[in-house]
């Protein structure tokens, strides 16, 4: 048993973990941080926002070394790939931010243990630090932060050699000639994008009719078909039955979601993105009597308190979209609350974007929620290939959807597939926080020529009076 008397331990130190251990420290309390990994800032910096988004940026750059310069009169000859230094600079990406993160906790005067943490009993959590050893720490308040991990198909489990999951997909260590992606979701769109960009075959095989489950669904019906015409081929209403070692890898038996022919595709790897699961492995919640549901989420209320008094639970591990800024928020709004503030997040306002090219991004409801809970609502809609920016930087692809309540005005979703969509979403999420009307964005002065102007223009569209269209 340490003498330190802690406030706060946190278990897990990703991004719901490290950002509620800082703002409990700026609150006053004593705080420990207790991660496994050996580097802080979880899935979201290590192997998940981060290195995808620099593999995304550096293969977008050679996708328009090779193909769109020449469009600008720009010519570059002999555009060679160089996958070690691409790797290696994602590679040092990562360094760099999860060492800030250690930088942050010295500034903020968090403890950081390099360890399992596992919930001994009420107020104690026992570490086994990874250099050996036990410690066990004596804390006010425990907040679970384990964050999740990828779903294995019951057909075949990751080796991250063949069978990748995200961690192994984004460090392979040449260009697949055929990547076969199970999952048309947010990992298997952009993981499959890097490769596409770099030269790989890529076929998306995906259970459901159409990609996407749960993003509007004309966003996602144009989505398809910008990535198709990109080159990525897709087997929708399909599953994967087996999987076998073949000639140039691996090959799969598929067929139809409802049952038909069999099938086999060859790959010489295959990327498994159906979804991520909770993880608490080793945390010892049964021992502890803490709830989990069916899904295997750590059970909270609305404040994030678990069924054992002074344990909460925050980010991938509860019940939400499992993303990095979502649980930065729940990060927050627990440190606040057990300072004895209240805190507090608005669900429908959290965006969701995925960093293809182009970007989608969305937040609030889609139109097929509100058709379903039966909500009168209108559409604005603003293709970007009628604003006057994106023709300048010649990216014209995609269009702005505005959705707002046909009596109040009052903006209830919105969804952009198009250049930058996910810094342009931004202004829309506030909106909703200050649940603006689609005529207090279509009133407030855009600079021109931005592409900010298409969000301006489509909330001038719900009222039937979009200017350039
Ligand atoms: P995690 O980040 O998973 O962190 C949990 C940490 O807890 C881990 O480091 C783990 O080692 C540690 N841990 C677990 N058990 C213990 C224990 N018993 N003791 C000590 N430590 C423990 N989200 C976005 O918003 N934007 C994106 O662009 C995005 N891209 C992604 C790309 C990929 C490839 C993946 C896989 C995910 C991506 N996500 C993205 C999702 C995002 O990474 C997660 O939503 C986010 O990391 C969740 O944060 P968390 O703190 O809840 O958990
Ligand atoms: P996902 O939930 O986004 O997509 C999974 C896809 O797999 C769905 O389309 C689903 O219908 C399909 N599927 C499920 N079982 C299947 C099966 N047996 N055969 C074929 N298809 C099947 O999950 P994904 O892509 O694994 O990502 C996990 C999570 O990580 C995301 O939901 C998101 O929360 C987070 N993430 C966020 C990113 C971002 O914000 N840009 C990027 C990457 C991940």
Same mark, same amino acid.
């Given at each position: ?43 979201? $910096? ?40 691409? $790797? ?20 903020? %005067? ?50 991250? %050699? ?21 999952? /048309? ?22 259970? $459901? ?10 966003? /996602? ?26 000639? /140039? ?180 999420? $506030? ?6 009307? /689609? ?31």
């Amino acid at each position: 048993m340490t003498d330190t008397q802690y406030d706060l331990v946190v278990i897990g130190g990703g991004p719901g973990g490290y950002v509620c251990a800082i703002r409990a420290a700026q609150l006053g309390m004593k705080v420990a941080c207790v991660e496994k990994r050996g580097s802080l800032g979880g899935t979201c $910096l290590n192997v998940g926002c981060i290195p995808s988004k620099a593999l995304l940026i550096s293969s977008e750059k050679f996708a328009e070394a090779q193909h769109d310069l020449a469009a600008h009169g720009v010519k570059v000859g002999g555009v060679e790939l160089d996958l070690k230094t691409m $790797l290696a600079r994602k590679d040092k990406v990562v360094l760099d931010l999860t060492k800030g993160i250690e930088f942050l906790f010295k500034k903020n %005067k968090v403890d950081y243990k390099i360890g399992s943490g596992a919930i001994a009993a009420p107020g104690k959590v026992k570490v086994t630090l990874n250099a050996g050893g036990e410690e066990t720490l004596a804390t006010k308040n425990i907040v679970i932060a384990t964050g999740s991990d990828h779903v294995d198909l019951p057909t075949m489990a990751v080796d991250e %050699k063949r069978i990748v999951s995200s961690t192994g997909a984004l460090a392979l260590a040449s260009v697949p000639k055929h990547l076969v992606v199970v999952g /048309a979701g947010y990992i298997g769109l952009e993981m499959g994008s890097v490769w596409r960009r770099l030269g790989a075959e890529v076929t998306v095989v995906e259970f $459901l009719d159409r990609i996407t489950p749960g993003m509007d669904g004309e966003v /996602a019906k144009q989505f398809q078909r910008v990535l198709t015409r990109q080159g990525f081929k897709f087997r929708l209403g399909t599953k994967v039955t087996g999987a076998k070692p073949g000639k /140039a890898g691996i090959d799969l038996t598929v067929e139809p979601a409802g049952g038909g022919a069999p099938e086999t595709i060859s790959a010489d790897i295959v990327l498994v993105a159906i979804g991520r699961k909770p993880h608490t492995a080793g945390l010892g919640l049964d021992r502890a009597g803490i709830k989990t549901d069916a899904k295997g989420r750590v059970e909270v209320d609305d404040h994030f308190r678990t069924s054992l008094p002074g344990v909460y639970a925050i980010g991938d591990v509860i019940r939400g979209p499992m993303l990095a800024h979502k649980a930065e928020d729940e990060g927050v709004v627990v440190a606040e609350i057990i300072a004895g503030q209240s805190g507090h997040i608005d669900y429908d306002a959290i965006p969701g974007v995925v960093y293809t090219w182009p970007e989608v991004a969305a937040v609030g409801k889609t139109e097929e929620e509100l058709k379903a809970a039966n909500v009168a609502y209108k559409v604005g809609k603003f293709p970007f290939a009628a604003g006057s920016r994106a023709r300048a930087n010649g990216f014209t692809e995609g269009f702005v959807k505005i959705l707002a309540d046909a009596k109040t005005d009052r903006v209830l979703g919105a969804h952009i597939i198009g250049p930058d969509a996910g810094t342009l979403i931004a202004e829309l999420v $506030l909106g909703m926080e200050f649940k603006a009307a /689609a005529e207090d964005i279509a009133r407030t002065c855009h600079a021109h020529p931005t592409q900010n102007e298409a969000v301006k223009e489509a909330a001038l569209a719900v009222a039937g009076r979009a200017i350039h269209v």
